[in-house]
């Protein structure tokens, strides 16, 4: 597609349950970057996948937290039994080539509501 | 550690112009980013900066000086339209980004 893609764009869901967040890339962008942003805060880096190379976790809060992707293609976050601090906004980056100027591309984000 | 300060918050009057600081300190420097973020929206790139100087673009500008660890974004002629917050992002000797915790721009008429 033209730009990156989110899905879903919205989620709420219960206290304890999974959650499954999808991101597709540009075309081409080797480096992907998962981020979560609470209400009015900055952006907090949770996860970086370049190309085949092995992922940088460093940023997951916590085993709950996961996330895989194919190659270089679509990537998906997956939070297991949901808190109520997980409830953020969680934006996927990709970028050409990590090593180049490296500007990143956002999709729109998905918002996660735990109730 | 690692750090990105920038102020939490700045006003300024249409047609004005104002300057938006980010200081840092990271492990190594590869580069500084300026990303503009709308109320509910993604964030979107502005500017690069990797040599010491002004980059202009518009009415955008973004100076860096890596000897004191420090940049700021320019904006001129204000327009309503540019309240926003501006986020200022290190890339360190790893490639990885720094993110500092933005800066909110409030334009009066």
């Known amino acids: 597609g033209a730009g990156v893609s989110q899905s879903p764009s919205n989620k709420v869901t219960e206290k304890g349950k999974d959650v499954e967040l999808r991101c597709d890339p540009i075309s081409g962008h080797t480096a992907l970057y998962w981020y979560r942003q609470r209400l009015g805060q900055g952006l907090e880096f949770l996860i970086y996948f370049q190309g085949n190379s092995a992922p940088d976790k460093s940023g997951l809060p916590s085993d709950r937290f996961s996330a895989e992707r194919t190659g270089e293609s679509v990537s998906t976050l997956t939070i297991q039994r949901t808190q109520q601090e997980d409830s953020a906004v969680y934006l996927c980056a990709s970028s050409f080539r990590a090593t180049n100027t490296g500007e990143l591309f956002f999709g729109e984000g998905s918002r996660l509501t735990v109730l | 550690g690692q750090n990105i300060d920038q102020p939490t918050e700045m006003t300024a009057t249409e047609g004005a112009i104002v300057q938006i600081n980010c200081t840092y300190q990271t492990s190594g420097f590869n580069g500084l980013f300026w990303y503009q973020q709308h109320a509910g929206e993604a964030p979107t790139f502005l500017s690069y900066n990797v040599l010491d100087g002004l980059e202009e673009k518009g009415r955008f500008s973004s100076f860096l000086s890596r000897s004191k660890g420090y940049s700021y974004l320019l904006l001129k002629e204000l327009q309503m339209k540019d309240s926003a917050s501006y986020l200022c992002?290190?890339?360190?000797?790893?490639?990885?980004?720094?993110w500092g915790a933005g800066t909110k721009l409030i334009i009066k008429p």
């Open positions: 992002a290190v890339r360190d000797s790893n490639y990885q980004l720094i």
